[in-house]
């Protein structure tokens, strides 16, 4: 047993500071792409115990008056708040409103982004389990960091239809739409996916010869010159990455299993289907 397991083992002993210690160990900031913002985003107590944590995607204001309403004094989301840095603190927008009322309530917020992405057995490996594919491994490997890296590649059990796959994949992402492109090709075997925008892995699913690239954004251009290569699938930002809340849970749990740990009920997903 590590010191971090030893230090989790009881709520009444658990301060900020461990929580975000086990969620390091599993996905260091090291981890994450150039442009990102991971790590502590307010940190006002992280000496202090903890009263609970309130994970989510997104931090909104109405998660934020969740966290307090059910007494979470730290939430974890993906998405990080401060992924820009705000020219003023004034209430003007969505951020600014969110920094002033987690600072007012005395609320922690930490963000497990891009690093949790490139982690092995991270977010694009849940969106692989909840596909059900085997022989996973990752997509575009780090080499410096044994079994890390962006997305991730492997196997259906059996090959299936195109028509059926894409089926599949809306029932088993709740998603509101699926947007592909006009792929000749019939059966699907091998399957490249990424969370959230992974447009920039497209080549290398190619490369991998994956008959399918499943991710949350790729955008109308990009959609172009691929029908005799890939069959490309955007299914939403938000439906690729809803797993993540469930990864984060286990993350805290394996080493915290006392823990009082929350998921927010607040759907933070801004974009509605008709």
């Not at 030893?6 to 086990?22: H, L, P, S, T």
């Not at 260091?28 to 107590?45: E, H, K, M, R, V």
């Not at 934020?64 to 990080?80: I, N």
């Not at 010159?225 to 690729?240: N, V, W």
Request: net charge negative; hydrophobic share 40%; charged share 25%.
């Amino acid at each position: 047993m590590d010191n971090t397991q030893k230090m989790c083992n009881f709520a009444e002993d658990m301060k900020i500071r461990e929580i975000i210690g086990a969620l390091e160990q599993f996905a260091p900031l090291s981890l994450q792409d150039s442009y990102d913002n991971a790590g502590l985003q307010i940190g006002l107590t992280v000496d202090a115990e903890s009263s609970g944590v309130l994970l989510c995607l997104d931090v909104t204001e109405e998660v934020l008056t969740e966290a307090k309403e059910k007494g979470c004094d730290l939430v974890v989301s993906h998405h990080p708040l401060l992924f820009r840095p705000p020219r003023r603190i004034a209430g003007d927008d969505i951020v600014q409103r969110c920094i002033i009322q987690a600072i007012t309530n005395g609320i922690n917020i930490y963000s497990s982004h891009t690093n949790l992405d490139n982690a092995k057995d991270g977010v694009s490996w849940r969106i692989a389990e909840k596909i059900g594919l085997s022989n996973v491994v990752p997509l575009s490997p780090n080499p410096a960091v044994e079994g890390a890296g962006s997305g991730v590649i492997g196997m259906l059990d059996a090959p299936m239809d195109r028509e059926d796959f894409i089926y599949l994949i809306k029932e088993r992402f709740d998603a509101g739409s699926v947007r592909f492109n006009s792929w000749t090709g019939e059966q699907v075997s091998s399957v490249a996916v990424c969370g959230g925008a992974g447009a920039f892995l497209i080549e290398t699913a190619i490369a991998r010869q994956a008959d399918v690239f499943i991710t949350g954004e790729i955008g109308y251009h990009r959609f172009f010159g691929f029908d005799d290569t890939i069959q490309l699938m955007e299914i939403g930002h938000y439906e690729s990455e809803q797993y993540t809340i469930g990864l984060l849970e286990d993350i805290i749990r394996r080493q915290c299993p006392e823990m009082r740990i929350l998921r927010t009920e607040i759907e933070t997903n801004p974009i509605n289907y008709l």
